[in-house]
């Protein structure tokens, strides 16, 4: 994969990807190779987090998991899908959970996708984030 910045075309600026996931070590691995991808990065360990910074930080996607403390990923969702800032941003749930109820509840919820971390690997995870910001 080449190490180009990953920005939009019309603007000089990487984008924003907020990661949440309260798991240190899997959440240290995608900030670094999203930022090594080109992506400018910000991670929060926690639901409670994640909506303050979606507010402050304005990213272009967040990398949302499920199963955290405090607020889950369905309940953050839920929330930045009724935020008028937060609205229009791109949400992947990225979780443990592989039941086909999950993905319908976060599909039904306004997630744009969702991936099963044992299914998938961290490239498979940037060609998503990828496809979702329409960066070829």
Same mark, same amino acid.
């Given at each position: 994969m080449d190490n180009q910045k990953q920005s939009d075309p019309t603007s000089n600026k990487p984008k /924003?990807? #907020?990661?949440? +996931? !309260?798991?240190d070590s899997l959440a240290n691995v995608y900030t670094t190779r999203l930022q090594a991808e080109g992506f400018d990065t910000k991670r929060v360990p926690n639901g409670e987090d994640a909506l303050a910074t979606a507010v402050s930080y304005s990213p272009d996607l967040v990398l =949302? &998991?499920?199963?955290?403390? /405090? *607020? @889950?990923?369905?309940?953050? =969702?839920?929330? #930045?899908?009724?935020?008028?800032?937060? *609205? %229009?941003?791109? *949400?992947?749930? #990225?979780?443990? =959970? @592989?039941? !086909?109820? !999950?993905?319908?509840?976060? /599909? @039904?919820?306004?997630? !744009?996708?969702? =991936?099963? /971390?044992?299914?998938?690997?961290?490239? &498979?995870v940037v060609d998503k984030?990828? +496809?979702? #910001? %329409?960066? %070829?």
């Open positions: /924003k990807i #907020l990661i949440v +996931e !309260d798991d =949302l &998991d499920v199963m955290m403390p /405090k *607020v @889950s990923g369905f309940d953050v =969702l839920d929330i #930045l899908r009724h935020t008028p800032e937060t *609205v %229009n941003i791109k *949400v992947i749930m #990225l979780t443990a =959970l @592989s039941q !086909d109820a !999950d993905r319908d509840r976060a /599909k @039904s919820m306004g997630a !744009d996708d969702y =991936l099963v /971390k044992s299914q998938v690997v961290i490239a &498979d984030i990828r +496809e979702h #910001l %329409n960066i %070829n």
